[in-house]
């Protein structure tokens, strides 16, 4: 009887969080996530107590450079923009530190990976329906996803493939994604089975049509680095090969289209456009950075003369890692990141299945992270709060 409650507890207790990331996925008020976190957290009150402990260094960090961007005197310092950008990172702290807040008694860490590759393989089934709706009826999907973004207000990117019904399809979610690849290889290797390995090529076909070189670029990282990283030299090889063989297969049956998608990212005018003013930001950047190049200029700082972002993003930058030194110059650039990292490594502190030999996999999880802010505004917010999550995670695959 007390087994079968309990098991009835961990059912609830998952359902829950699968509605919690669900509104973080889909983009719904961050109240929501909060609220129903806030439920869980009602299991065991010592989390809370737990998820202060995390946080208090950062919230030091994170007023103190909110202090000193409110006492620049540049018009690139104007309100409200340094507690936009601080609510931003604020809003990564709080996923990090509530998700790793959850014991083993409410909701595993496991089961919160498995909810979020759910929520992937979901929207990927989405992408697909997409691109088979307009195949049939013979329209750009371009079409659909800017009716999608209107109705939402998410902000999706998207454009046509020249010659071809194929249309780039990319959530800001969508770098989670490309991070989830490690663990569903880990789960794939872990318990061998065809639905496994079909959630995984979902996975890359959701990455495969954000036609965004740097995505590919990470889920490939973690795909191999997760097959290098097995213990089992055995089934390291076999699924080295099974992975390399359906790839070939997939691509002996589309290779029209997926030489079309790579096609459009090697050899395209709007790569040409991108890869120009890209430079042109980075530039501006650094000239701005070198002006102050040790505190910055604050966060929430735009350059007057060059912004990028409207409205109430004006601070916001595509190559938002050299934007970041320009806000915080170097010694709050380190401050914020350690203070960050310190979140992940406290919580990677009680996870119940530590291994030192994992450190080398974290520092790449690291280091794709900041340099997916090299090239997308995607460091912070959800996206960076789950990744961030996910770095507590290794222990346990």
Same mark, same amino acid.
């Given at each position: 009887?007390?087994?079968?409650?309990?098991?009835?507890?961990?059912?609830?207790?998952?359902?829950?969080?699968?509605?919690?990331?669900?509104?973080?996925?889909?983009?719904?008020?961050?109240?929501?996530?909060?609220?129903?976190?806030?439920?869980?957290?009602?299991?065991?009150?010592?989390?809370?107590?737990?998820?202060?402990?995390?946080?208090?260094?950062?919230?030091?960090?994170?007023?103190?450079?909110?202090?000193?961007?409110?006492?620049?005197?540049?018009?690139?310092?104007?309100?409200?923009?340094?507690?936009?950008?601080?609510?931003?990172?604020?809003?990564?702290?709080?996923?990090?530190?509530?998700?790793?807040?959850?014991?083993?008694?409410?909701?595993?860490?496991?089961?919160?990976?498995?909810?979020?590759?759910?929520?992937?393989?979901?929207?990927?089934?989405?992408? !697909?329906?997409?691109?088979?709706?307009?195949?049939?009826?013979?329209?750009?999907?371009?079409?659909?996803?800017?009716?999608?973004?209107?109705?939402?207000?998410?902000?999706?990117?998207?454009?046509?493939?020249?010659?071809?019904?194929?249309?780039?399809?990319?959530?800001?979610?969508?770098?989670?994604?490309?991070?989830?690849?490690?663990?569903?290889?880990?789960?794939?290797?872990?318990?061998?089975?065809?639905?496994?390995?079909?959630?995984?090529?979902?996975?890359?076909?959701?990455?495969?049509?954000?036609?965004?070189?740097?995505?590919?670029?990470?889920?490939?990282?973690?795909?191999?680095?997760?097959?290098?990283?097995?213990?089992?030299?055995?089934?390291?090889?076999?699924?080295?090969?099974?992975?390399?063989?359906?790839?070939?297969?997939?691509?002996?049956?589309?290779?029209?289209?997926?030489?079309?998608?790579?096609?459009?990212?090697?050899?395209?005018?709007?790569?040409?456009?991108?890869?120009?003013?890209?430079?042109?930001?980075?530039?501006?950047?650094?000239?701005?950075?070198?002006?102050?190049?040790?505190?910055?200029?604050?966060?929430?700082?735009?350059?007057?003369?060059?912004?990028?972002?409207?409205?109430?993003?004006?601070?916001?930058?595509?190559?938002?890692?050299?934007?970041?030194?320009?806000?915080?110059?170097?010694?709050?650039?380190?401050?914020?990141?350690?203070?960050?990292?310190?979140?992940?490594?406290?919580?990677?502190?009680?996870? !119940?299945?530590?291994?030192?030999?994992?450190?080398?996999?974290?520092?790449?999880?690291?280091?794709?992270?900041?340099?997916?802010?090299?090239?997308?505004?995607?460091?912070?917010?959800?996206?960076?709060?789950?990744?961030?999550?996910?770095?507590?995670?290794?222990?346990?695959?």
């Amino acid at each position: 009887m007390f087994t079968k409650m309990r098991e009835d507890g961990v059912l609830i207790n998952n359902v829950i969080m699968f509605i919690a990331l669900l509104s973080l996925f889909l983009s719904l008020k961050f109240v929501f996530f909060l609220f129903f976190i806030l439920i869980l957290s009602l299991v065991n009150t010592s989390q809370i107590v737990m998820m202060i402990k995390s946080m208090l260094p950062f919230l030091c960090v994170i007023l103190l450079l909110i202090f000193y961007s409110l006492s620049g005197d540049s018009i690139g310092n104007q309100l409200p923009f340094p507690f936009l950008e601080s609510r931003d990172i604020i809003i990564s702290v709080l996923i990090v530190s509530s998700l790793c807040s959850m014991k083993e008694s409410v909701v595993s860490r496991k089961s919160i990976i498995r909810s979020l590759i759910s929520i992937s393989v979901f929207i990927s089934f989405g992408k !697909l329906l997409i691109l088979i709706y307009c195949f049939k009826n013979g329209i750009n999907p371009s079409t659909i996803v800017h009716a999608i973004s209107d109705a939402t207000g998410w902000q999706l990117m998207t454009y046509d493939v020249d010659e071809s019904l194929l249309s780039r399809i990319q959530f800001p979610i969508d770098l989670v994604t490309c991070f989830l690849v490690y663990f569903q290889v880990k789960f794939l290797i872990e318990v061998r089975s065809k639905i496994n390995l079909a959630i995984l090529f979902l996975l890359l076909f959701s990455v495969l049509i954000t036609m965004s070189r740097a995505f590919w670029f990470i889920s490939v990282v973690m795909l191999f680095t997760a097959l290098l990283t097995s213990k089992n030299k055995k089934e390291k090889k076999k699924y080295i090969f099974i992975i390399i063989a359906f790839s070939v297969l997939i691509y002996g049956l589309f290779y029209q289209s997926v030489n079309s998608i790579v096609m459009s990212r090697v050899n395209n005018s709007q790569n040409t456009a991108s890869d120009f003013t890209r430079a042109l930001q980075n530039r501006n950047l650094s000239n701005s950075f070198l002006e102050k190049p040790i505190l910055g200029h604050g966060i929430g700082y735009f350059i007057p003369s060059y912004i990028r972002g409207e409205g109430l993003n004006r601070y916001s930058y595509e190559s938002q890692l050299l934007s970041l030194f320009m806000k915080l110059g170097i010694i709050g650039f380190i401050s914020i990141i350690t203070s960050l990292l310190y979140i992940v490594y406290y919580n990677r502190r009680l996870c !119940l299945t530590n291994t030192k030999n994992k450190e080398s996999i974290r520092v790449v999880f690291i280091s794709l992270w900041l340099f997916s802010g090299a090239v997308n505004p995607l460091l912070f917010a959800v996206p960076g709060g789950i990744i961030l999550f996910l770095l507590t995670c290794i222990d346990e695959v």
